[in-house]
Nanobody, 119 residues
Framework: AQLVESGGGLVQAGGSLRLSCVDS????????????LNWFRQAPGKEREFVAR????????GYADSVKGRFTISRDNAKNTVYLQMNNLNVEDTAVYYC?????????WGQGTQVTVSS
């Protein structure tokens, strides 16, 4: 796999998790200003939805309204890693979280990591 997510798990409502997405295939090193690193999630029975985005070069950031103020996306270019810090989690955040690299010429997904928030 080229993108490997980790950091998921079971947490109580109000808790925190930090997801990591490591590029093991040299994707990040060949990225340019048109490349965004995204986190998506998919809950059972629901469509996959956008969570957060960061531009690999410029660092421009965007969030879904549902996670603004609670989640923080960041990147470590030297480690070829993008993170998603998730605070104040609630049961509605339960989903499989996917890392995605998207540009005009690429659309690459990781295998996903499960996040389960208990009430």
């Amino acid at each position: 796999a080229q993108l490997v997510e980790s950091g998921g798990g079971l947490v109580q409502a109000g808790g925190s998790l930090r997801l990591s997405c490591v590029d093991s295939g040299g994707i990040f090193s060949t990225s340019n200003y048109a490349t965004n690193l995204n986190w998506f999630r998919q809950a059972p029975g629901k469509e996959r939805e956008f969570v957060a985005r960061i531009n690999w070069i410029g660092g421009t950031i965007g969030y879904a309204d549902s996670v603004k103020g609670r989640f923080t996306i960041s990147r470590d270019n030297a480690k070829n890693t993008v993170y998603l810090q998730m605070n104040n989690l609630n049961v509605e955040d339960t989903a499989v979280y996917y890392c995605n690299v998207r540009s005009p010429t690429r659309d690459i997904w990781g295998q996903g990591t499960q996040v389960t928030v208990s009430s």
